[in-house]
């Protein structure tokens, strides 16, 4: 069962790693658990690890380009301390002078650890301008 304050906590989670990217705030990596996941759409985007996850976005980040993702759909399931998630919409590659928008797909896993929802699988792709 779905508690909605859970559901309105994981959205703010999600919502709070979108704020980050879009920032290019290098604190993002702080909010995956010590041996989370992220999977990209590339075959050498996989890092297993905190360490490994806090490289690949300092990777990205250097991008001369900001992106932001917008939903028009996100549903999510709670069960205790774990929360899964599936996101369809948008992201928009900006720089340069010029925005990209392609359609876009998320999917994690959070876990509750002491109130804070963290991640633990991230499976998305970079987008690219």
Do not use: C, N
Not at 13 to 25: N, P, T, Y
Not at 100 to 119: F, H, N, P
């Amino acid at each position: 069962m779905t508690d909605e304050r859970d559901q309105a906590a994981v959205r703010e989670a999600i919502a709070l790693m979108v704020r980050k990217r879009f920032d290019k705030d290098p604190s993002i990596a702080d909010d995956f658990e010590a041996d989370a996941v992220l999977i990209g759409s590339d075959s050498d985007e996989v890092a297993f690890g905190i360490e490994r996850i806090r490289a690949y976005y300092r990777y990205v980040m250097k991008r001369p380009y900001a992106v932001q993702l917008t939903w028009d759909r996100l549903e999510i399931s709670t069960e205790g301390d774990l929360a899964w998630f599936q996101a369809e919409g948008a992201a928009d590659a900006m720089g340069r002078g010029q925005t990209k928008r392609t359609r876009y797909r998320l999917s994690g896993l959070l876990a509750r650890r002491d109130g804070v929802w963290r991640w633990r699988l991230f499976h998305g792709s970079e987008p690219r301008l």
